[in-house]
């Protein structure tokens, strides 16, 4: 794969449109395109739903959460205002169910969850955060202005669910199914759920949409869409972040750019 390619890919994927993407290979880590024109790959901004991916881990490894384990969401409170009804964290992940990890958050609590986000190396590890059960819902979600992560964070987020923790501390090698659970649901929403646009590659990809409320007070939203490929022996991880954009209708079809580039599936 030529870096030219993938550049050239990038810059296509993101006309007309202030935005990163950062690719890096899985297996060492190693950053092989970050295009990156306006200078925001380092800037600090909310995740949205791209942090449920964290939060799904929370719950499943501190045993909130298992496969069978169903919440309902009747719309309120969720971006699908008719409600997805009874999900499992698989179909949470596809669909971006809020109230799902609302609940998963309410149920953890700040605390714990603020210790995953440090352990997933989000957050500046020697400053002091203080944030309230009341704040758990919306962090769990990745919508809370406190909470603000960078698409290189986020980058490093995907590599460790790609590695299945071997890139992260040594504390998440032993989570292997937990990882192949989320692995599941990231895989669904690129074939039913947020991410579905990427349903007719060639190359299987597991990923996960976000669309958030930009912090700077502009009526408007940032698309995400964080991922790897391909599904079942990961050689590249990626974070697509478009600026007044959504994950579905932007970054997905971006990301979908980058994918076919990579993989040669013209
Ligand atoms: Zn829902």
Known sequence: MSPDRLEAAAEKALKGKVGTIIVADVKNGKILLCYDPQKIAAKKIQAGSTLKIITAFAALTKGISNAERKINCKGAGCWYELGHGPLNIIEALSFSCNNHFKELGRELGA?????????????????QYYFSNKEAAGMAIGENKDLLVSPLDMLSVVLTFASRGKTQTPKFRNHGAVFDL???????????GTARALRDLKVRVAGKTGTVASSDGLAATNGWFVGYAPLDNPLIALVVFVQKGQGYSHAVPAAKKILKAYFSDE
């Not at 440090?118 to 590890?125: P, S, V």
């Open 111 to 127: 605390k714990k969850l603020l210790g995953y986000y440090k352990a997933f190396g989000l957050l500046d590890l020697d400053k």
């Open 182 to 192: 989320i692995r599941e649901g990231m895989h669904e929403a690129t074939i039913l």
